[in-house]
């Protein structure tokens, strides 16, 4: 049983260049979500889903596009990289209603 | 101001000591209250999470919940070294909107 299973670990990319962050769960959840964890800042929420066609917003959206065709599967794609998202982004699972969250190992990215 | 404040330390304990990690909070709307534990270079982890003012224990931690006072604390008893971790509080307004918010976690390190 893998979990939540992200890659790449870690990437570095020029800026205005685009990229799709990969995250994965065998768990059957419907609920996933991304993160970015910034010294200082905390964990903030960028974009949710509660199933397979549905995506929400979260609390920092802006330069970054999701999709969820499956239900195991969650990219984040960032459309033209900036240096204000170098980060270590994390993905994180759980069925609706427990709240529960299992996280995947970061993936950290740089953007210079 | 922040919805969800917490000291980010570092704070350093000897081993054996009793260590306190606190949050405090703004909206009273929050409902449901957890702990979580992030290893270096890790995913965070569920560590405890409760719902009602009180104590919550389980093993060496307990989870305090004042919502009078919109304040929470994590103890941890008998700390040993492998306890050496941040630790984020967050916070979910209800179940089945799974969108936690964060503290921006405390570093903490027991020295053996």
């Known amino acids: 049983n893998a979990g939540v299973t992200q890659t790449p670990k870690f990437q570095v990319l020029k800026t205005g260049q685009s990229m799709t962050l990969q995250c994965a769960q065998d768990?059957?959840?419907?609920?996933m979500s991304w993160y970015r964890q910034d010294p200082g800042m905390g964990l903030r929420l960028i974009h949710y889903?509660?199933?397979?066609?549905?995506?929400d917003q979260g609390e920092v959206p802006n330069g970054y596009n999701v999709s969820r065709s499956t239900t195991e599967d969650f990219p984040l794609r960032l459309l033209s990289a900036a240096p204000s998202q170098t980060s270590v982004y994390f993905c994180?699972?759980?069925?609706?209603?427990?709240?529960?969250?299992?996280f995947g190992e970061g993936s950290r990215l740089t953007v210079l | 101001q922040k919805e969800v404040e917490q000291d980010p330390g570092p704070l350093s304990v000897p081993e054996g000591a009793i260590v306190s990690l606190n949050c405090t909070y703004s909206?009273?709307?929050?409902?449901?209250f957890m702990w979580y534990r992030q290893y270096s270079r890790k995913g965070p982890e569920l560590l405890m999470y409760?719902?009602?003012?009180g104590n919550k224990e389980d093993g060496r931690f307990t989870a305090q919940v004042d919502k009078s006072s919109k304040y929470i604390s994590l103890f941890i008893r008998d700390s040993q070294p492998s306890d050496s971790a941040t630790y984020l509080c967050?916070?979910?307004?209800?179940?089945?909107?799974?969108?936690?918010?964060f503290g921006t976690g405390t570093r903490l390190t027991i020295i053996p």
């Open positions: 889903s509660v199933g397979a066609g549905i995506t």
């Open positions: 994180a699972s759980s069925y609706l209603g427990v709240g529960e969250l299992f």
């Open positions: 768990m059957n959840h419907e609920y």
């Open positions: 967050a916070m979910i307004h209800r179940f089945g909107n799974e969108k936690l918010t």
């Open positions: 909206n009273s709307a929050f409902q449901y």
């Open positions: 409760t719902y009602s003012s």
